[in-house]
């Protein structure tokens, strides 16, 4: 079954089929720009109307009278395409039309090209390549792009009109987009002073003036303006790059789970979701990534957009596109301020846990205080390590472990008790939250004879998220008692008062002495 | 130098030097003028024909009047002006000086 639709051509009805009259219509506008703009051309056209009138008058009888694409095949054969048609004076015509064709090269979704919604053949169209490849390309990009992916398809399936008139379809492929016609557009800049200095040169105002400086800078004037489009194609040529090369980090950083030699942002090897993660959950920091990535994104791609723009100069549904990526854009920051501020409501609150264990005296005065480092693997040596500011992470087999570095602290006690202090400490959403938060912390330290052992990390159990847990270690030693820091307590001890003021890095492999007066070197 | 550029050139002149000389020998319609410049083999597509018209129209070397036919819709009847005339008759000498001249040459 076929659509079928009536037309009046010069006073005579015809029946004519849906994709016949599509084509006919594209025809006669393709006329149209060719010879529309004069009153001599549109009374060309009314000749041609009524020609084509007659051949169809003459083809079609009564009974079967309905005009098919084939019949308008055949009319457009005999009257021949618009640059088939020689109508001017000279011979520049045809350049000209090509010229045309390139200029109104637009984007459009090829209905004849379709699997889902004509977006891919209109892209192949547009950059004359096959639409498998677009296809592939799209389907390759899931993986790097997630549901981004989607989107931009959606966009582009929304944005971007269909074809539906020849016309359409012609603007539609239009003439190659290649480094050759980059070239072309350049040359073309050029012939455009050639000529306007040639006008200018035969036009009045040239001949009226005397002045040799207004010359000059009317001249100069003609030579700066086609320097400027040069510089912008230049420009646009430069953001397509550097925009194609940031989009590129970008999409690693975020998703890809790092890359090799990117630093972004401080990041060494490692992206900013596992990172997130250890700040929220899975679901949330995708959002967050996601968001942050459009935010990112967006402007970038009108970067890029405006460079494509300003070498090619096609035509383009700017309004729909330039809508849509701002409100993306807006909804994007919006989630993002959301997300950061009931993130931040995360940290709240603190709270702090205190626990005091009696050290058993060790037999004579010395005590000797050691890093249980041996116990742990090397956390410089995962693939995935991050530390800023006693929060540790690290990927372990697909799993991210935080870790964070107690702190150890000497003073004086104030009875003959040797005795540990542990603070645990944490934020949470409430008092109550920090306090749980806290008391999650896993750390361990033990005793034996005048050795203590501690952990060089503390850990927070799976799916426990960082809320700036800290755990602190103070030793109070009783006036008399010495201890022995040894070398792998390096990365613990934090800033333990002295009467020397001996750095904490310098205070290991020594033994000190608590006097009246605050910890001694002894000798 | 393109050939077909070359070719365009030379066919467009004669072109309308051949539509004089059709009008000539009575009043036609476009119609009619294709037929016989197609089975000359002058023309390739129609379509040509109908900028060449306007511009002899225009330049007052052909005139048009409406007939009603029973075909359709009224036709448009083409005729040579006096001016036409005079053009045509500068043509024919000039067409078979021309003529002489390639002959003259490829000899």
């Known amino acids: 079954m076929k659509k079928t639709l009536t037309i009046n051509i010069s006073g005579l009805v015809f029946h004519i089929d849906e994709d016949a009259f599509e084509k006919l219509q594209g025809y006669l506008k393709s006329l149209n720009n060719k010879f529309g703009a004069t009153e001599e051309g549109r009374e060309i056209i009314t000749d041609i109307e009524s020609r084509i009138a007659e051949i169809f008058a003459e083809k079609t009888n009564v009974k079967q009278g309905v005009i098919t694409i084939k019949d308008v095949e055949k009319i457009i054969e005999i009257m021949g395409k618009p640059e088939e048609i020689d109508a001017s004076e000279d011979d520049t015509t045809e350049q000209e039309t090509k010229q045309d064709y390139r200029r109104h090269r637009r984007l459009y979704r090829d209905p004849e090209n379709t699997v889902i919604s004509g977006v891919s053949g209109g892209l192949a169209a547009y950059f004359s390549v096959d639409p498998v490849l677009v296809r592939v390309i799209f389907i390759i990009l899931i993986f790097v792009l997630g549901p981004v992916d989607f989107l931009i398809y959606i966009i582009l399936w929304a944005a971007v009109p269909v074809a539906r008139t020849t016309a359409q379809k012609l603007e539609m492929r239009g003439e190659k987009v290649t480094v050759s016609n980059i070239e072309k557009s350049i040359k073309d800049e050029f012939k455009n002073v050639k000529e306007n200095y040639r006008e200018y040169k035969t036009s009045k105002e040239y001949q009226n003036t005397k002045d040799g400086l207004t010359r000059i800078l009317e001249v100069f004037g003609i030579i700066i303006k086609a320097m400027f489009k040069i510089i912008l194609i230049i420009i646009g040529i430069a953001f397509v790059f550097s925009g194609a090369i940031i989009l590129i980090m970008l999409i690693s950083a975020l998703f890809a789970g790092g890359v090799a030699g990117i630093h972004l942002f401080g990041f060494n090897n490692l992206a900013i979701t596992p990172f997130l993660n250890a700040f929220s959950d899975p679901g949330i920091v995708w959002l967050f990534t996601t968001a942050l990535f459009f935010v990112a994104f967006i402007p970038i791609l009108a970067i890029v957009y405006g460079g494509v723009k300003l070498i090619f100069k096609f035509k383009s549904n700017d309004k729909v596109i330039g809508l849509t990526s701002l409100g993306l854009w807006l909804i994007s920051l919006g989630v993002i301020i959301v997300i950061g501020i009931s993130e931040a409501s995360n940290f709240r609150s603190n709270a702090k846990n205190s626990e005091t264990f009696i050290i058993n005296y060790p037999q004579g005065d010395t005590l000797y205080l050691k890093s249980a480092i041996n116990q742990f693997k090397d956390l410089d040596s995962y693939d995935d390590y991050y530390d800023l500011n006693n929060l540790i992470l690290i990927e372990d087999e697909d799993e991210y472990k935080i870790f964070g570095k107690p702190e150890l602290d000497i003073v004086q006690s104030n009875n003959p008790d040797i005795e540990l202090i542990i603070k645990k400490r944490s934020r949470g959403k409430s008092k109550y939250n920090a306090r749980q938060n806290a008391n999650l912390i896993k750390y361990h330290w033990s005793q034996k004879d005048s050795l203590i052992l501690f952990d060089p990390y503390f850990t927070i159990p799976e799916n426990k998220k960082w809320r700036q847990q800290q755990y602190n270690i103070i030793l109070k030693l009783p006036v008399g008692k010495t201890v022995y820091l040894d070398h792998s307590l390096i990365d613990i001890i934090y800033d333990i008062d002295n009467v020397t003021n001996t750095y904490d890095s310098k205070m290991v492999d020594k033994f000190w002495t608590m006097q009246p007066d605050g910890l001694t070197k002894s000798q | ?107």
């Open chain 2, 1 to 107: 130098m393109k050939l077909e550029n070359t070719k365009a050139q030379m066919r467009k002149g004669v072109l309308e030097y051949c539509i004089l000389s059709i009008l000539s020998k009575g009043d036609a319609y476009a119609s009619d003028i294709i037929k016989v410049l197609k089975e000359a083999e002058i023309i390739v597509v129609e379509g040509t024909m109908y900028p060449l018209l306007t511009r002899l129209k225009n330049a007052t070397l052909l005139a048009y009047r409406w007939e009603e036919s029973k075909q359709g819709p009224p036709r448009k009847y083409y005729e040579l002006t006096k001016k036409g005339q005079e053009f045509l008759s500068e043509l024919d000498s000039s067409w078979n000086e021309l003529v002489l001249a390639v002959k003259k040459i490829k000899q």
